[in-house]
Antibody, heavy 121, light 109 residues
Framework: QVQLVESGGGVVQPGRSLRLSCAAS????????MHWVRQAPGKGLDWVAV????????YYADSVKGRFTISRDNSKNTLDLQMNSLRAEDTAVYFC??????????????WGQGTLVTVSS | EIVMTQSPATLSVSPGERATLSCRAS??????LAWYQQKPGQAPRLLIY???ARATGVPARFSGSWSGTEFTLTISSLQSEDFAVYYC???????????FGQGTKLEIK
């Protein structure tokens, strides 16, 4: 079935780096725009970054621009998020999400279960 | 940045009754508006896209409508499994700056 599975979360000190991954299955991965969305504890949803289907274009929320890098490997059906210079306010559950259509923009029809990132000394 | 404002923050409704949730966009997003349901410890689930189209597998008691920049999610007869947090999201921009509302918690009265 269509599935997204995130990994790579954990506890990291402020200023350090962490890399998240999202493994996709059950759909033609290279046909869809993919996103990262985060949710701080007890808070709402916050869009983080997006990459186009071929990986050529990437866009970021202002809060992470210059620190986070989204990438994808269409040969492995994986989506990554490299997070550098982490701050306490980056503490959140990070979800990967798939756009519903092959022509963006569109709603997010499939979400992973999320991976928790805690930034703390 | 387009700001999405949901109201109310919390809605208390009895099972079997109708629930009406609102979402207002700070500027036009056309019909590029989605609604998601999120239960504790779970990922969001897409309910409505294109302001009124139900996603696959979503029961008919969920419906979406809009007028201008005002969007409404209606749940016609609440079931126990419907008590959750609901988020609206606009996806009108490309390059994207997709934004979510702050959420409405639907609780049992």
């Amino acid at each position: 079935q269509v599935q997204l599975v995130e990994s790579g979360g954990g506890v990291v000190q402020p200023g350090r780096s962490l890399r998240l991954s999202c493994a996709a299955s059950g759909f033609t991965f290279n046909s869809y725009v993919m996103h990262w969305v985060r949710q701080a504890p007890g808070k709402g949803l916050d869009w983080v970054a997006v990459v186009t289907d071929d990986g050529s274009k990437k866009y970021y929320a202002d809060s992470v621009k210059g620190r986070f890098t989204i990438s994808r490997d269409n040969s492995k059906n994986t989506l990554d998020l490299q997070m550098n210079s982490l701050r306490a306010e980056d503490t959140a559950v990070y979800f990967c999400a798939k756009e519903g259509g092959t022509i963006p923009p569109d709603a997010f029809d499939i979400w992973g279960q999320g991976t928790l990132v805690t930034v703390s000394s | 940045e387009i700001v999405m404002t949901q109201s109310p923050a919390t809605l208390s409704v009895s099972p079997g009754e109708r629930a009406t949730l609102s979402c207002r966009a700070s500027q036009s997003v056309s019909s590029n508006l989605a609604w998601y349901q999120q239960k504790p410890g779970q990922a969001p689930r897409l309910l409505i896209y294109g302001a009124f189209a139900r996603a696959t597998g979503v029961p008919a008691r969920f419906s979406g409508s809009w007028s201008g920049t005002e969007f409404t999610l209606t749940i016609s007869s609440l079931q126990s499994e419907d008590f959750a947090v609901y988020y609206c999201q606009q996806y009108n921009n490309w390059p994207p700056k997709y934004t979510f509302g702050q959420g409405t918690k639907l609780e049992i009265k």
